[in-house]
Structure formats: C-alpha cells, structure tokens
C-alpha cells in the first residue's frame, strides 16, 4: 500500500500570500497518478488536479500542481478567502487508491 | 446537471447489515467507472471500493474486503454498496464518486452511516 504524507498538518498564511502544499509517497506513484482535492465545511470533496499538473474543469488557474514519483506539491498562487480550507492528495496508480490525511489552511 | 444522489443509511448495530444505494442523472452512468468512499466524522478521506464502467473490474480497501460488496445496475444509472459485519469504524459518511481519467470527478452529498448499539 503506497502511504501518503501531507505536509503542513495547517498552514496558516494571509490572503494574497502564496501557498505551497506538499504530498510525499512511500513508494513512486505509478504514471503519476496523483489527484488534489479541495473541501469545504460540510461539502464533498472537489477534483482540482489530475495526473499531478492537470487541472481539472472550472478550476482557477491560481491552482497548479507538480511533481513526479514521490513528491507532488500543490501551489496556490494568491490565496482567496474561499480557499481557507482542507486539501487532499490521493494516488489511483494502484490499490488501494490511499488519499494522504489532509492540509488545513487557515487565515493567520 | 450532473448529480449523484445517495440513499440508504441510518444507524445500525454492531454485526448488522446496510445497503447503500446511488442513483446518477445528467451524464452517461454507463461509461463512468464509479466509487465509494467514506470519511469518519473529523476525519479525513477512505477509499473504500472501486468498480469499473462494464463491472468487470472491482477492488476493495482491506479494511472492507469480504465484508462490503460493490456493484451497478448500468440500466437503472445505480450503484449500491452492500454492507455487512458492521463495526464501529465503520461509522462515517459514504460518499458515492464517479471516476473521471482514474481520479475522482464528481462526488454525491453522502450517505451517514452509524454503526452503535
């Protein structure tokens, strides 16, 4: 089973700053098969990145993901107030499709 | 509009028995792989099961596997989870997802699951 760990657990930042999320896997995501997912209070979860750099429909080009083998990042570029929430990685190369524990970012 | 809608959970006792069920409207269901996963209450996100577009292909986290079973009816645009020997960390809502290039696309409100006597 590919582990996945993110890092921060919070990241606490201002709006506007620059946010830098990482997510490091025991072994190397196959085709880097590596998804982000952002959600809010008491919603599902939504797709922003796939395949590590993809992003995914509808979302502001403010998202942007990189990264290969074991070590993705997910960048936001000026943070928005909406975006003071809980983001996830989860890998699909293989079974089972681990998703990491979560970033929370939050307003300093 | 795209919807996935979830019905079927509520409380049961430890050893008991739950079937989940997922109705999809505004897309082709039929060519969607498709997903279950759960998250416990304040916790984070659990892939539970997977089955592909045909039903041909089906995978299970190991903390489910022989216990919960997948499966879609492709005419009926639905999905179900069949649970059994529920457990206390079970208890989480299930959320049904539909794939999208293998990750996960579209995701329904979810579906409380309460494993307690």
């Known amino acids: 089973e590919i582990v996945l760990t993110q890092s921060p657990g919070t990241l606490s930042l201002s709006p506007g700053e620059r946010a830098t999320l990482s997510c490091r896997a025991s072994?190397?995501?196959?085709?880097?098969?590596l998804a982000w997912y952002q959600q809010k209070p008491g919603q599902a979860p939504r797709l922003l990145i796939y395949g590590a750099t993809s992003r995914a429909t509808g979302i502001p080009d403010r998202f942007s993901g990189s990264g290969s083998g074991t070590d993705f990042t997910l960048t936001i570029s000026r943070l928005e107030p909406e975006d003071f929430v809980v983001y996830y990685c989860?890998?699909?190369?293989?079974?089972?499709?681990?998703f990491g524990q979560g970033t929370k970012v939050e307003i300093k | 509009e795209e919807q996935l809608v979830e019905s079927g959970g509520g409380v049961v006792q430890p050893g008991g028995s739950l079937r989940l069920s997922c109705v999809a409207s505004g897309f082709t269901f039929s060519s969607y792989s498709m997903n279950w996963v759960r998250q416990a209450p304040g916790k984070g996100l659990e892939w539970v099961s997977y089955?592909?577009?045909?039903?041909?292909?089906?995978y299970y986290a190991d903390s489910v596997k022989g216990r919960f079973t997948i499966s879609r009816d492709n005419a009926k645009k639905s999905l179900h989870l069949q649970m059994t020997s529920l457990r206390d960390e079970d208890t989480a809502v299930y959320y049904c997802?539909?794939?999208?290039?293998?990750?996960?696309?579209?995701w329904g409100q979810g579906a409380l699951v309460a494993v307690s006597s």
């Open positions: 989860q890998q699909y190369g293989s079974v089972p499709r681990t």
């Open positions: 089955i592909s577009s045909s039903s041909g292909t089906i």
């Open positions: 072994q190397s995501v196959t085709s880097n098969y």
């Open positions: 997802a539909r794939g999208f290039m293998g990750a996960i696309g579209a």
